[in-house]
T-cell receptor, first 116, second 113 residues
Framework: EPEVTQTPSHQVTQMGQEVILRCVPI?????FYWYRQILGQKVEFLVS????????KSEIFDDQFSVERPDGSNFTLKIRSTKLEDSAMYFC??????????????FGPGTRLTVL | GENVEQHPSTLSVQEGDSAVIKCTYS??????FPWYKQELGKGPQLIID?????GEKKDQRIAVTLNKTAKHFSLHITETQPEDSAVYFC????????????FGSGTRLQVQP
């Protein structure tokens, strides 16, 4: 069964450093998302991406964050200058584009980001 | 924006009993309501979803009901098994337009053997 994959599974970084989290969405999916989950809290939406541009973003997704689809398979989340409060589990998700009837989002296993 | 409330936060049942988790949402434009199961150290896994044009959907031991007027929806698990133990999240979104999922705070279900 096709699945979303994410690398690395765990990333430790120093405050102020840049990190790039990588995702490979399900191959025939065209809508991509990033969510985060701070330990013990609910999953929060960051950004969605479709047709090579950001479709929507939350207040969390400020200028420190960016997303990119550098090639036909990868989808990345970059945090330019990490802060302690960026420590969280980051989930990538993807969904098909069948307008009006479909919004099933399939999640990857996540990348645990620890900012020291 | 959308706000999803979920309760209870923890639920402990005996194996074989039923479990019910309830959610309410605030945005009347939301029309897609998925439920996710999250096991320790893993990503959320979609287990069932419902669209606003139906009131109930069932898949084996799992069912979801939706009351659009009251803006609430529920997950029902019958004949619970130890492997059902996990954290369950409800979510709400729209099928078109704003597709971002707004999640509830989660319910930790413990099925006692």
């Amino acid at each position: 069964e096709p699945e979303v994959t994410q690398t690395p599974s765990h990333q430790v970084t120093q405050m102020g450093q840049e990190v790039i989290l990588r995702c490979v969405p399900i191959s025939n999916h065209l809508y991509f998302y990033w969510y985060r989950q701070i330990l013990g809290q609910k999953v929060e939406f960051l950004v969605s991406f479709y047709n090579n541009e950001i479709s929507e973003k939350s207040e969390i997704f400020d200028d420190q964050f960016s997303v990119e689809r550098p090639d036909g398979s990868n989808f990345t989340l970059k945090i330019r200058s990490t802060k302690l409060e960026d420590s969280a589990m980051y989930f990538c998700a993807s969904s098909e584009v069948r307008l009006l009837i479909y919004n099933e989002q399939f999640f990857g296993p996540g990348t645990r980001l620890t900012v020291l | 924006g959308e706000n999803v409330e979920q309760h209870p936060s923890t639920l402990s049942v005996q194996e074989g009993d039923s479990a019910v988790i309830k959610c309410t949402y605030s945005d009347s434009a939301s029309n897609y309501f998925p439920w996710y199961k999250q096991e320790l150290g893993k990503g959320p896994q979609l287990i069932i979803d419902i669209r606003s044009n139906v009131g109930e959907k069932k898949d084996q031991r799992i069912a979801v009901t939706l009351n659009k007027t009251a803006k609430h929806f529920s997950l029902h698990i019958t004949e619970t098994q130890p492997e059902d133990s996990a954290v369950y999240f409800c979510a709400a979104s729209r099928i078109t337009g704003r597709r971002a999922l707004t999640f509830g705070s989660g319910t930790r279900l413990q099925v006692q053997p």
